[in-house]
């Protein structure tokens, strides 16, 4: 595990124990929901995930790719599916595994780093659902590259990712009338103190997790270039704008439907 891995191992496990909105775990009522057919699940803020981008996952492979929090793996497992469940967090699989264990539901969960899946057989699923979750790696086409290898022919990747237009604002120097000033060049990265504003660098250095912004080629494109087909997409922002003022102007949030061959 690299500096950067054990930085948000870290981040996250205090996260989870916070109750983060992506470690808080689903109620009963959704789990109930999900075994009598109605599976509500998200990879960015707010949209639900298309039916139809799921399909039928009764029976399926499904491999929750740093999603870990006690969400969308146990909803997965209600709905039919056998599902492993991937994080570098201790503290957001242990949030899964206290919700298969309140409900009965059968889960498995292993620890790693997103970016090497190597404990897992080449085509072994035939799903994998990755919420918002690239962000914190440097290299997102690695990611791509091990969900290519590891889905089946046919096999699905729901992956939501993050506008990288987000990252050239500084949300701290904005000028009070709801204009954001730009501030950083992109790529952004937050492994080096000189790369962040100051209130961000405080804010890493106080345990919140390092981010990274990735173009919209590497998003997209480094998704067809590990030997997925891109089937679909969908933007996403917060409800209001209050988490991120950015969030007024524009969908903050992509996600996207790729299939390989």
Request: proline residues 7%.
């Amino acid at each position: 595990m690299d500096r950067i891995a054990d930085h948000n191992r870290k981040a996250w496990d205090a996260m989870g124990e916070k109750g983060s909105p992506w470690a808080k775990a689903v109620s009963s009522d959704e789990v109930a929901r999900a075994r009598a057919g109605d599976l509500a699940i998200v990879l960015t803020p707010v949209k639900r995930v298309p039916a139809d981008w799921l399909g039928d996952v009764r029976g399926r492979d499904v491999l929750c790719l740093a999603s870990g929090g006690g969400q969308q793996a146990p909803l997965l497992a209600a709905a039919g599916a056998r599902v492993t469940s991937w994080d570098n967090s201790p503290q957001q699989l242990a949030l899964d595994r206290h919700v298969a264990e309140r409900e009965g539901l059968a889960l498995e969960t292993r620890q790693g780093d997103m970016r090497d899946l190597s404990g897992l057989d080449d085509a072994s699923f035939d799903l994998i659902v990755q919420p918002v979750a690239t962000c914190f790696v440097p290299d997102v086409r690695a990611v791509w590259r091990e969900c290519a290898r590891v889905l089946r022919p046919g096999g699905r990747l729901l992956a939501g990712v993050i506008n990288p237009v987000f990252f050239i604002f500084d949300p701290d120097l904005s000028d009070g009338e709801g204009r954001l000033v730009v501030r950083h060049p992109l790529p952004y990265r937050e492994d080096a103190p000189e790369t962040m504003a100051p209130g961000r660098r405080a804010e890493v250095a106080a345990g919140d997790p390092m981010e990274f912004s990735h173009s919209l080629t590497d998003l997209i494109q480094g998704q067809i270039a590990a030997g997925l087909t891109l089937r679909d997409l969908y933007e996403d922002g917060w409800e209001d704008a209050s988490p991120q003022p950015l969030n007024a102007y524009l969908p903050t949030f992509l996600a996207t439907l790729a299939q390989k061959a």
